[in-house]
């Protein structure tokens, strides 16, 4: 016998007849029937995050049409409604303030209307941890399409890829080996058709996490947004969803701490995005799953890398997905024993039947794991006197970069840099040429200002390139430390993610231009070397100002969001989950 849906309180509810006529009444107006509403079929929403102000996620405009043939094709009513935006490259001060607002958006839809299942619409960086955190909270059925990466960019006979074109072009730009003009014809080159992302900036690794997850069906992450692949993928999320409503399948069946650790060792070993780190925190807990600190090195550092894509490799999103995309990594992993993989996904099967027969074909793309691009590849977490917590992304450390700063005989792993402090990017972009610093190759750049409250949002600025007259010489990258983010597409081996922030009184605080920094990645440590007693005395000078809030919506999040360790959410929300369990009050 088919389930009641809840929908059908809404719209087939002899107890509230006047009720039902109430809410089938609006709907009549653009044409669909009262029998249709009423048939005790699921209503599938169709959480529509594509629009002219997204361009990485507008791909969905066209797909939501094959996800409604899927899911009318699988005897599914579907309705389609939008997302706020968010648009990583283009939102100012920055787009990870709108993770929340759109979460907490979806939280309310998928409440408060007459949906019995989700199909959540991915791409841009945010976007996909948004929903599943949504999805998570609600606790109905929901499977994520992604809307996949664009096409490989070229120029030149040279691959360039997003974000990492841009990093790339304005060191060269600081080298004088290119004009304006170039550096624009680089960055154009990089983005040659719709899609997000076609390196593994957070755009990419955010939908592979969701595959990594068992949230979407197999092979959906990497498929580029113009091929055909892509649309019969929509096609068949639309079906699968269907069939996911009729046999209750919710995500806090799938969203397990298994899966979260799955998703933790898929992230070290594509290269993923330092972004990462707080997402995958965000869903966790919005999840109900407890995720440790220790957790990010117990099970997450010492995985190799195995994926030879942008930033931390060689190629791009078209080549990784005719490799075999996130299932052809997993399944190395899976060979190896570094999975949970006896646990459900969207598919119906297991995450390890999902696997079966997945090695892939290309092996300049996805290396073996008994000889991979990097051994111990994932994220370094570093503690001291600067911050609790903190993440080195080490997939992206050159050999240059280690030569110069973790190669000292008898101190390997170990160096000291002086400390050059920045308020804000406003302060790092007025000042970072300015000789008066005297920044040389024994210096770490340090920006503070810049976490969820300080910014507020917490903005990518922490991949600061070196003054220019340093790049001229040669030295592409110096060690740089921060409480905000860097870009997922950065190849600069930054400290990140520093909590607490500045803005509440974290160590960065108290630091001082000319301090000495101490890295210690053997015994995970990062502190300035400044004695307690003086520390104590800065205090006394104050937490640095940082900007005031612009907007409503500014004021709200910095007065209820969390620190970047645990995931940068909005700590009243985890109070609720499962919402859909209770239906909300009539509204007449």
Known sequence: MTRRYRSQDWFDNPDHIDMTALYL?????????????????PIIGIAQSGSDISPC??????????????????????????????????RRPTAAIDRNLAYMGLVEILHGYPIDAVVLTTGCDKTTPSQLMAAATVDIPAIVLSGGPMLD???????????????KGRRRLAAGEIDNEKFLEI?????PSSGHCNTMGTASTMNAIAEALGMSLTGCSAIPAPYRERGQMAYETGRRIVALCEQDIRPSAILTRDAFLDAIVTNAAIGGSTNAQQHI???????????RTEDWMEYGHDVPLLLNMQPSGKYLGERFHRAGGVPAVMWELQQNGLLRSDRLTVTGRTMAENLEGKETNDREMVWPFAAPLKEKAGFFVLSGNLFDFAIMKTSVISDEFRARYLSHPGQEGVFECRAIVFDGSDDYHKRINDPALNIDEDCILVIR?????????SAEVVNMQPP??????????????GDGRQSGTSDSPSILNASPESAVGGGLAWIRTGDTVRIDLNAGRCDMLVDDAEIER??????????????????????????MKDGACMEFALDYRGVANTLPRHNH
């Open 538 to 563: 800065r205090k006394g000078d104050g937490i640095p100002a940082f900007p005031a809030s612009q907007t409503p919506w500014q004021q709200l999040y910095r007065s209820t969001v969390g620190q």
């Open 187 to 191: 960055a154009a080159a990089s983005a």
């Open 449 to 457: 200002g810049a976490g969820p409250i300080g910014w507020p949002g």
């Open 57 to 90: 996620n507008r791909i969905h405009l066209e797909l939501a049409k094959r996800v409604r043939d899927g899911i009318r094709d699988a005897g599914g009513i579907p309705m389609e409604f939008p997302l706020h935006p968010i648009f990583e490259n283009c």
């Open 468 to 481: 220019d007259a340093l790049i001229k010489r040669g030295v592409k990258n110096l060690p740089t430390l």
């Open 281 to 291: 925190m965000a869903m966790a807990r919005h999840a109900g799953v407890e995720i």
């Open 153 to 167: 960019g070229w120029l030149d006979g040279e691959l360039v890829g997003s974000g990492a074109a841009i990093w």
């Open 25 to 41: 009444e609006r709907f009549m107006n653009y044409g669909i029937t009262p029998a249709e509403l009423r048939s005790g079929k």
